[in-house]
T-cell receptor, first 111, second 113 residues
Framework: AQRVTQPEKLLSVFKGAPVELKCNYS??????LFWYVQYSRQRLQLLLR??SRESIKGFTADLNKGETSFHLKKPFAQEEDSAMYYC?????????????FGSGTQLTVLP | DAGVIQSPRHEVTEMGQEVTLRCKPI?????LFWYRQTMMRGLELLIY????????DSGMPEDRFSAKMPNASFSTLKIQPSEPRDSAVYFC???????????FGPGTRLTVL
């Protein structure tokens, strides 16, 4: 079975500080990993996916298959980054192809 | 396009009552998903449809929950009878195909007293 773990429900950092939101997964095959974000009073939306290997709003995430992790990082946090962040996994076949979400991390960037 | 539309946005009801949540996916999308969001469990997939056909309902918690998609532009999630533990935010999402990016609605916040 596939599983996504986000160990921190709440995370607070000061503006300008680095931030890392942790995500670990369990899946026996080759997964696709995603980060979704929900800003206050906005809809849940895709932030980035590991396949794209891109930086969105200064955030990056590297898939580490050895550690089965997909941590989200930003070198200098901004107040507008405050939001709920969900890590999600998509397996390779069958029902595993649907997204499995972690429990989410609420990030607060303090002024 | 207004995106995925959900109604109502908030619902407060008493235990034992029937609750119906509604969703209108983005026009042209073939896949529709219902999720439940709670503090303890995060986002859980309840059921999804491809071309109006339910594909996987293994996430539906129990028989009190049912979902239908009578046509490509409308879906309902019904809870009968509702219980306090059903209190959560219910999201609907749609995608062009089931493996494409999902676009989420604003959610329905359900409170069962």
């Amino acid at each position: 079975a596939q599983r996504v773990t986000q160990p921190e429900k709440l995370l607070s950092v000061f503006k300008g500080a680095p931030v890392e939101l942790k995500c670990n997964y369990s899946y026996s095959g080759s997964p696709e990993l995603f980060w979704y974000v929900q800003y206050s009073r906005q809809r849940l939306q895709l932030l980035l996916r590991h396949i794209s290997r891109e930086s969105i709003k200064g955030f990056t995430a590297d898939l580490n298959k050895g550690e089965t992790s997909f941590h989200l990082k930003k070198p200098f946090a901004q107040e507008e980054d405050s939001a709920m962040y969900y890590c999600a996994l998509r397996g390779a076949s069958g029902s595993a192809r649907q997204l499995t979400f972690g429990s989410g991390t609420q990030l607060t960037v303090l002024p | 396009d207004a995106g995925v539309i959900q109604s109502p946005r908030h619902e407060v009801t008493e235990m034992g009552q029937e609750v119906t949540l509604r969703c209108k996916p983005i026009s042209g999308h073939n896949s529709l998903f219902w999720y439940r969001q709670t503090m303890m469990r995060g986002l859980e997939l309840l059921i999804y449809f491809n071309n109006n056909v339910p594909i996987d309902d293994s996430g539906m918690p129990e028989d009190r929950f049912s979902a239908k998609m009578p046509n490509a532009s409308f879906s309902t999630l019904k809870i009968q009878p509702s219980e306090p533990r059903d209190s959560a935010v219910y999201f609907c999402a749609s995608s062009g195909f089931s493996y494409n990016e999902q676009f989420f609605g604003p959610g329905t916040r359900l409170t069962v007293l």
